[in-house]
């Protein structure tokens, strides 16, 4: 009779796959980086200039009126080859630096929003000119805020989940014992002997030696066996090898 699974409790949370969350967060980062430098060649400021022989319109872009835009965009590329190089606590303060740097987006393109940055439009002002209050480009500070928020969630998911996301090469670090002389975790055989063969030598083991080379995986009291083959199992070793002549 087989015991039926655990059914999961109402309202749990199931956690999110690693492999999946780290491809969200790299497409998080990428998006975030192509955001923001969009943001830093859209319009932010524009201004209308009363002159003779008629009136003409002033602009700034995002380069010019928020300059970091496109360090923002270079930091979101650089965590992904953060996150790639690292594990546990690294990526945790790669997580925290693109967090507060995302926070810092969202909060300059409302400001950019709320306060033109009329000072970052160019001086060309004629005799007779009259230029009017400067005016927010609505595309702009949006990307802007857009491109920090993607930052700011790729950031706290990698912060949040840095130690369940997967290690750059980690499917071929062979398996160490437990602290203690314990043996390493056993995995099931798989039914295909081909899929076992390459799943032994992924674990770093001799799939044609024998299982009972290693010291360590030999039962206790056992003695290793002779050249010439294995012992009769007598304790006190009368009766040869096997393969002797009758």
Do not use: K, N
């Not at 770093?204 to 050249?227: C, E, I, K, V």
């Amino acid at each position: 009779m087989t015991t039926p699974e655990p059914r999961p409790r109402a309202g749990a949370v199931r956690a999110p796959a690693p492999g999946r969350l780290f491809g969200a967060i790299v497409v998080l980062l990428l998006a975030a980086a192509v955001v923001l430098w969009g943001a830093s060649r859209a319009t932010w400021v524009s201004q209308v200039v009363e002159g003779i022989p008629a009136p003409r319109t002033i602009t700034a872009d995002g380069a010019t009126a928020e300059p970091i835009l496109v360090p923002w965009a270079l930091l979101c590329l650089a965590a992904v080859g953060g996150l790639l190089a690292t594990s546990g606590w690294g990526r945790r303060v790669v997580g925290t630096l693109v967090s507060v740097a995302g926070l810092w987006a969202v909060l300059r393109g409302v400001a950019g929003l709320a306060d033109p940055a009329s000072e970052a439009l160019p001086v060309g002002v004629r005799p007779g000119d009259r230029p009017l209050p400067a005016e927010a480009v609505l595309a702009g500070p949006s990307l802007g805020v857009l491109g920090g928020a993607l930052m700011l969630g790729a950031g706290l998911l990698a912060a949040r989940f840095a130690a369940v996301l997967p290690r750059l090469g980690a499917r071929y670090d062979a398996p160490t014992r437990a602290a203690g002389g314990g043996a390493a975790e056993v995995r099931p055989t798989p039914a295909d002997p081909d899929r076992a063969l390459w799943e032994a030598l992924d674990e770093g083991h001799d799939p044609t030696g024998d299982p009972l080379a290693d010291p360590a995986d030999r039962p206790a009291g056992r003695a290793p066996d002779p050249p010439g083959g294995r012992a009769s199992g007598r304790p006190d070793g009368v009766g040869g090898t096997e393969g002797a002549a009758g």
